[in-house]
Nanobody
Framework: QVQLVQSGGGLVQAGGSLRLSCAAS????????MGWFRQAPGKEREFVAD????????SYADSVKGRFTISRDSAKNTLYLQMNSLKPEDTAIYYC????????????WGQGTQVTVSS
């Protein structure tokens, strides 16, 4: 099973940008669909974006479409989330996750990283 370690995040003003990273180890990175999720205070965890194994197909939640970009670097076994035009409602703990190809659920999760957007 793949292990995921996140970095990035922090405090930024509305309109600013941040990049999250998620380093994978312990298994073949290319075997996994990778995703980002977030959980705001008092709310359930929600899907943000995912990227297929070869990196050619991505999908996004409507709330982040056009502002966030998910990408992966197979040479570095790393997943990224570039977040631009951040809004206060983007404030949440962000988690990266991995879904083994052929399975329907994400079973490996990063430790989470806080993103806070001030108005």
């Amino acid at each position: 099973q793949v292990q995921l370690v996140q970095s990035g995040g922090g405090l930024v003003q509305a309109g600013g940008s941040l990049r999250l990273s998620c380093a994978a180890s312990g298994s073949t990175f290319g075997d996994y669909v990778m995703g980002w999720f977030r959980q705001a205070p008092g709310k359930e965890r929600e899907f943000v974006a995912d990227i297929r194994r070869l990196g050619r197909v991505t999908s996004y939640a409507d709330s982040v479409k056009g502002r966030f970009t998910i990408s992966r670097d197979s040479a570095k076994n790393t997943l990224y989330l570039q977040m631009n035009s951040l809004k206060p409602e983007d404030t949440a703990i962000y988690y990266c996750a991995a879904r083994y190809s052929g399975l329907t659920d994400f079973r490996s999760w990063g430790q989470g990283t806080q993103v806070t957007v001030s108005s």
